[in-house]
């Protein structure tokens, strides 16, 4: 027995292999318990920062990349102690042999583990400062928490690349790239001038806050909510439902109406009167329609109700009142409730409003 443990097999003994797959089994076999138990050490110690937060929620997050990390960990451990078999350290390429390859895909793989688990931590930290936020009604500090979530992770995958960089290739490649950065800046700043400006507009937006998330704002010709805003653009959806996706610098640069923001909501409508109308009734007709915006407590004082203009076929009567009811349907249901109160006054008053004609000429 001892005899066939020494046994060598590709310069190694048969004790190393059995020794290597034992280690592999029970990791593998306890990897979900200790993962779990990390998770929980970590939830035990930033539970107090989030009531709200739950466990199952830290472990979604971090149990698949913790136990690919301790699998990965337990055999490049073992492996440690193997020896290379020289029979198998041939040249793949210009110098490059299995050996270095192999070892090079093992530092590779456990970059991408630490990479993910870091990525996976931002989105924990990212998830209990939501919880956080959720229970104040101001949207301001969820747009933050999304914007430096992403913000946050896209440094870390530039880093864990450049660290691939240097694995791949040296760290004199590493040390070129960052000399000739100096060099290179201008014309990387000209090449990305337009993502560096929405960076900077969402910035912008984030510290002035012309508008945050739920709002509703106008820009050029698109009118809807805002439902994110990302690193480069803002997402918007529309009155119609589609999904408009707006560069931030052209949310910071454009002329934008935030309606959520409004204070009031203007009306202004118009009345074509018969100009058979005798003047008398027009004088009450007006009177009727002030009785009616003066005795709606929705309607704020200072309108305007006036016999604008007038042409042979018709007399022009303007309304104009304000209110400050900002709610879809409550303001729909305020300007039927105006305008049926005025339709009876013109009924009462015998005023019918004149009809369009359509002459339809047909050919013989």
Known sequence: MQSFLDLLILGNPVRSYIILAVVLLVVFAVKRFLSKGIASLGFNLVKHLSP??????????????????????????????????????????????????????????????????????????????????????????????????????????????????????????????????????????????????????????????????????????????????????????????????????KMVDSILDNLTLRTQQRVAMKLDLPTETPSDTLLKILQDIQDILRNNSSVLPGFTVNLHDFNKDTYLVQVIYNTYIIEGLQYAALREAVNLGIIRALEQRGIKLPSTRIDVQMNP
């Open 52 to 249: 709200q937060i739950e466990r199952r929620e830290l472990a979604h997050l971090l149990l698949r990349p913790l136990e690919f990390f301790l699998l990965l960990l337990a055999f490049m451990l073992t492996i440690d102690h193997f020896r290379f078999p020289p029979e198998l350290n041939v040249t793949v390429y210009k110098g490059f042999t299995l050996k270095s390859l192999t070892s090079t895909l093992m530092q590779i793989a456990f970059c991408v583990c630490i990479l993910w688990i870091l990525l996976r931590l931002i989105d924990f930290i990212a998830l209990i400062l939501e919880k956080q936020a959720d229970l104040t009604e101001d949207m301001t500090d969820n747009q933050f928490i999304v914007f430096f979530r992403d913000f946050f992770k896209a440094i870390i995958s530039i880093l864990g690349f450049i660290v691939l960089i240097r694995i791949l290739f040296g760290s004199e490649l590493v040390n070129k790239l960052i000399a000739g950065l100096g060099i290179g800046a201008a014309a990387l700043a000209l090449a990305a001038k337009e993502s560096i400006e929405n960076l900077i507009g969402s910035f912008i937006i984030f510290f002035d806050k012309p508008f945050r998330v739920g709002d509703s704002v106008k820009v050029d010709s698109y009118q809807g909510t805002v439902e994110k805003i990302g690193l480069r653009s803002t997402r918007i959806r529309t009155l119609e439902k589609t999904f408009v996706t707006v560069p931030n610098k």
